[in-house]
């Protein structure tokens, strides 16, 4: 099958996103599809620019910066995107292309306008992956209220489900939101499981044998440190284990409450805890090598379901996880059915401390859980059976 894949991240990025969608693409290929990544730019003096990417064709097409700007801007930026992406990618060499279908990736709420006029240039199917319900979310959390702007969001969202033939959420407790958009002629719903490719182990950049971390049980976070994560109560469980001199925190990565999270671990004198950039995704299995706990952390004012793209990291990696999270997350019952970690929705600190402590005494005596979070990852999250699921909807 010839496939367009719309997205707005991919690398040189190194989020969750962009990894995801780099090892989606390239089982595209392997598995004989002929695969053209649409990615807006903001960096190209020209309209179109071509490249390829172990036999992935991304076709980046200019369009205004939605990165690491401004609120106000960015929502503008992003009313346009679409429609600079479409109007460079008709001057491009694929302007008359054809496509057996079209994926788009969910975030962004925006990519609406450009997957229909592909799907309807072309006649074909078209599937939006969605792994974040916006904006829901962001009023759940209290970051907006449900007036204007809220209501503006949402209708934006709602043509971008209007244009889908099948929507793939990532856990079942999403597909609650989905059920009156369902009911439309011809309209699929269903559970796309979130996927990562096999990581070879790389050297790190990170050698917690020089750091103050050395010789400690090394609980570690490695991903986006911003608001919806609601990592205070992470700080909260090092000060509470503040006196244990085996037991470290290692946070790695970038986000908006990164530099005040630090801030807040110095102030409170967390000699325990260690701060770290963002890596390359390449060396987070050999960072993992070093650690013994990856730490999950997510706003309890949720209410809708999440498995974070780090959760894979660790499985993969084999780590079991410490996970706070928000009530009702499917994530809950496949920790616990799964037997890969601990997991609390209270938000409280005191249960968090008494789950770690519980955790580390499993791992004395369990060996085990290497294993079984590796299966968990071969079983639900490979990219082979989400390539498979996406073409078959899309002849469906």
């Known amino acids: 099958m010839r496939i367009a894949l719309i997205a707005d991240t991919f690398p040189p990025l190194r989020t969750s996103g962009a990894v995801q969608l780099r090892d989606l693409s390239r089982e ?76 788009w990736y969910a975030p962004s709420i925006f990519h609406g306008p450009l997957a229909n006029a592909l799907k ?46 099948t929507i793939g959420v990532q856990t079942p407790g999403n597909l609650t ?75 790695v990565g970038r986000g908006s409450d990164t530099q005040s999270l630090a801030a807040d671990a110095k102030a409170r004198g967390l000699s325990n805890v260690a701060f770290h950039d963002e890596i390359h995704p390449d060396e987070i299995p050999g960072l993992y090598t070093q650690c013994h706990v990856g730490l999950v952390a997510l706003d309890p004012r949720h209410k809708t379901h999440n498995i974070p793209g780090k959760f894979l990291t660790y499985m993969q990696s084999g780590l079991p996880v410490l996970a706070s999270i928000n009530p009702g997350n499917d994530l809950v019952g496949l920790i616990e059915g799964e037997r890969v970690g601990r997991v609390c929705a209270d938000h409280s600190a005191d249960t968090l401390q008494r789950l770690a402590e519980a955790l580390l005494q499993d791992l004395a005596v369990d060996t085990e859980f290497a294993a079984r979070c590796k299966a968990l990852s071969a079983r639900l999250f490979s990219p082979e059976a989400v390539v498979k699921q996406l073409t078959a909807a899309l002849v469906r």
């Open 28 to 103: 595209f290929v392997r598995q004989g599809h002929a695969l053209t990544v649409m990615l807006p730019s903001a960096d190209l003096d020209q309209p179109w620019a071509i490249e390829d990417m172990d036999g992935v064709q991304l076709l980046r097409l200019r369009a205004p910066k939605t990165k690491d700007i401004g609120y106000v801007r960015r929502t503008l930026n992003e009313f346009v995107m679409p429609f600079a992406m479409l109007r460079n990618l008709r001057n491009s060499p694929l302007a008359q292309q054809r496509w057996d279908g079209v994926v």
């Open 120 to 165: 309807k240039s072309s006649n074909c199917k078209g599937y939006l992956i969605i792994r974040d319900i916006f904006p829901e979310w962001a009023a759940d959390m209290g970051l907006m209220g449900r007036g204007l702007p809220y209501r503006v969001f949402k209708a934006v969202a709602n043509y971008q489900y209007s244009v889908a033939d």
């Open 177 to 251: 939101y989905f059920n009156d958009w369902a009911t439309g002629a011809g309209r699929q719903l269903e559970v796309l499981q979130n996927w990562l490719a096999h990581a070879p182990e790389t050297s790190c950049t990170i050698d917690l044998a020089k750091t103050a971390l050395a010789g400690r049980k090394v609980f570690v976070y490695a991903g986006n440190m911003g608001v919806a994560q609601g990592m205070g109560v992470l700080l909260d469980l090092a000060e509470r284990l503040r006196d244990r001199a085996d037991i470290g925190f290692l946070f």
